[in-house]
């Protein structure tokens, strides 16, 4: 196991903050700092040369690295700005089987996915509900695939659940009706081993800005590899194209590989910290950062259950990893009384959700929960609770 009171050193904000919000922004860490610094000074020592010298191979060595992390094949992950983009872009790209209309996605799936599809007239979405609130089983995705199914969307983890889906029961029961399945990993880089064959989806989005701790605009996309000379998106840029400095206005030639999933110039600054925060996490590990969070998640619902308040997320180890939402009948004041106290948590409509970055040490960790516990208490209870 790695040594996570020298890893919290890291990352400067856990010595000003109990961290519970890791699921959405994951903390600077000294190496993403030192990398950003390090942007300014390339671009100022070098100017346009830099491109060459340093922004593309960095850029090379970012989509390698998010291989490693999905254990995904060489040439097969591209970079987009959000996970919204790159999610418009298999909406456009991929090669959805022909005559089918519909769309199939989780009720508990982030607004965006559904939002990709339902700005798209020429899909029928339908939602795959959830009975209790928590969880989807994948045989009730199974149950609605049928022949006008084209495409199965769906978070790897709910957000406001941190119920862990099994990717692989769903892909396989859209490919058994000839349908693909795409995956939003967001929830999961960076905090469950991902493997994005053995999982079995035609593609997969994500990215670095919460457990990855590498700040927004470095999401990223996957392609299995036999599906990518197939993916024409519709809307590109010139970065996509086979040889971009070739300059061909009046003809567009695809790249051979992911890269033609992306568009136009990077935003470099971001990826200087993307990657920072990328090769940070593979070095410490995606499996242990997987068991020391769902030791921390562990005690919070053991927590929650002793002073009785309700949680939405599984008590099996294996179906969650990070995440734990609380009920709350007044979750932004919650969040706002948890802030003033030094606690950064995040509220969610009737939810608190908790998400401790995997360097919270267990005495912050109850610390955190004695506030949490307190402010959720109706405001004429709480100095009972405190004492
Ligand atoms: C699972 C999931 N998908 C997509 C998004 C949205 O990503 P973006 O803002 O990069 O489009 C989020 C944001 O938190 C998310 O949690």
Not at 135 to 143: D, M, Q, S, V, Y
């Amino acid at each position: 196991m790695p040594d996570w009171g020298a890893l919290r050193a890291e990352f400067p904000l856990l010595d000003r903050c109990i961290y519970f919000n890791a699921c959405s922004l994951g903390p600077l860490p000294r190496s993403g700092r030192a990398a950003l610094a390090r942007y300014g000074q390339d671009w100022d020592e070098q100017g346009t040369p830099v491109w060459f010298t340093t922004w593309l191979p960095l850029l090379e060595r970012f989509r390698g690295r998010v291989a490693e992390l999905l254990r995904a094949p060489a040439g097969s992950t591209a970079i987009a700005p959000s996970v919204s983009v790159a999610l418009s872009t298999l909406a456009t790209g991929l090669p959805l089987p022909q005559g089918r209309d519909k769309v199939l996605i989780g009720e508990l799936d982030f607004p965006t996915v559904g939002h990709q599809w339902l700005s798209r007239p020429e899909y029928e979405v339908e939602f795959v509900p959830s009975h209790d609130g928590m969880t989807i089983p994948p045989e009730a995705f199974a149950e609605r695939i049928d022949s006008r199914t084209a495409l199965v969307v769906t978070t790897h983890l709910f957000y406001t659940t941190g119920y862990l889906q099994n990717v692989r029961a769903i892909a396989d029961a859209a490919h058994a009706a000839g349908a693909l399945c795409v995956i939003d990993g967001y929830q999961t880089c960076g905090c469950v081993p991902l493997d994005v064959e053995a999982m079995g989806c035609d593609a997969f989005v994500g990215g670095c800005l919460k457990w990855v701790s590498g700040g927004p605009g470095n999401a990223f996309l996957y392609v299995k590899p036999e599906l990518i000379p197939q993916v024409r998106p519709r809307g590109t840029g010139w970065f996509a194209t086979r040889d971009p400095f070739a300059f061909t206005l009046q003809e567009l030639t695809f790249a051979d590989d992911a890269r033609r999933l992306e568009t136009g110039t990077w935003a470099m600054a971001c990826h200087y910290a993307g990657l920072a925060g990328l090769e940070l996490v593979l070095e410490v590990g995606v499996d242990n950062i997987q068991e020391r969070l769902r030791d921390l998640t562990d005690r919070i619902l053991q927590r929650c259950d002793a002073a009785g308040v309700r949680t939405f997320t599984p008590r099996e180890r294996e179906l969650r990893c990070g995440i734990v939402t609380l009920e709350c009948d007044r979750p932004e004041e919650v969040e706002a009384e948890l802030h003033a106290a030094g606690v950064i948590v995040d509220s969610r409509p009737g939810r608190i959700r908790l998400s401790p970055h995997w360097c919270v040490t267990e005495q912050e960790l109850e610390r955190g929960m004695d506030l949490v516990i307190t402010s959720l208490s109706p405001p004429g209870e709480q100095s009972e609770r405190r004492g």
